[in-house]
Structure formats: C-alpha cells, structure tokens
C-alpha cells in the first residue's frame, strides 16, 4: 500500500510567511520611563490593543501601550484578517460547560466587537476591504460535531 502523501510532498509558491509580518513596517519605540503615569497601561500591541489604545484617547484618557517586541508580531501578525463572532463549535462547549446564558454572553460581546469594527471602518473611512460574508462551520463526520443526536 502506497504512503499517504505530507504536507513535505508539495511545494507551495511563495514564501510561508504571515502578510502582515512580510509587508508591515518594523517599530522602534524608547523604552517606558520610570515613573511614567498614565490613566490606563495596555499590554500587547495588537489590533486590540491598538484599538483599544486609541478609542481609550479618542474618550480623553491618557494610555500607555506596553509590547515587549515589535508591534503587531503575535497573534495579530498571523492572523487571517477574518472578523467573525463564529468560532467553531465553542457555543456548543460554552452551553455544556457554564450554560446557554453564558455562552449567549460571549456570542452577544464577540457580536459587539465586530459591530465596532464596522462602525470603525464606516466612521473613519478607514481602507481596509471590510466586508460581511456568510460563515459556516463543516465537519466530515458527525461525531468530530461535539453534538449528541439522541
């Protein structure tokens, strides 16, 4: 019988680099001084912490964004851009494990935050190609479904 064929048997074009690391600009920012005082200190560089960062000023506080390497680096910089409030099966786990109310909590604050992303994008006429598409969740075989159908 033949071996299955690996992910070592095909060569890709390109190269297996994350676009935002490829094409974003490097960051060198000084180093925090001592005694600094600022209304909210936010850890991580990200887009949510850059978000965050700027709606924080935007509202009049002053922010400190703290990243201990380059902006955008971790899991914004492997990201695929995509904004959703679907995530897999984890409705299903959230209702087994803390009930339906608390996962119509998380599905309702992951809703939200796309809301914000789009009325971000729309209000600051920010150039982006955002835009809504269906979502869906597949899988081959009704056990990998973490749904009981009894």
Same mark, same amino acid.
Request: hydrophobic residues 35%.
């Given at each position: 019988m033949e071996d299955?064929? #690996?992910a *070592? *048997?095909?060569e890709l074009p390109g190269k297996p680099d994350s676009l935002w690391l490829a094409t974003t600009p490097g960051t060198e920012y000084p180093t925090l001084a001592a005694g600094l005082m600022v209304d909210v +200190?936010?850890?991580g560089g990200g887009i949510v912490g850059a978000t965050a960062a700027s709606l924080l000023k935007? +509202?009049?506080l002053t922010v400190a964004v703290i990243e201990s390497r380059r902006v955008v680096t971790g899991v914004t910089g492997y990201t695929t851009a995509k904004i959703t409030s679907q995530h897999g099966l984890i409705y299903h786990r959230? #209702? %087994?494990r803390f009930g339906a109310d608390a996962a119509a909590v998380y599905a309702q604050a992951n809703q939200a935050g796309l809301e914000k992303i789009a009325e971000l994008v729309e209000t600051k006429s920010i150039a982006c190609d @955002? @835009?809504?598409a269906p979502a869906y969740t597949f899988t081959? #075989? %009704?056990a990998e479904s973490g749904c009981d159908r009894n």
């Open positions: 299955s064929p #690996t *070592d *048997d095909y +200190a936010i850890v935007e +509202a009049g959230l #209702t %087994e @955002f @835009f809504r081959e #075989t %009704e």
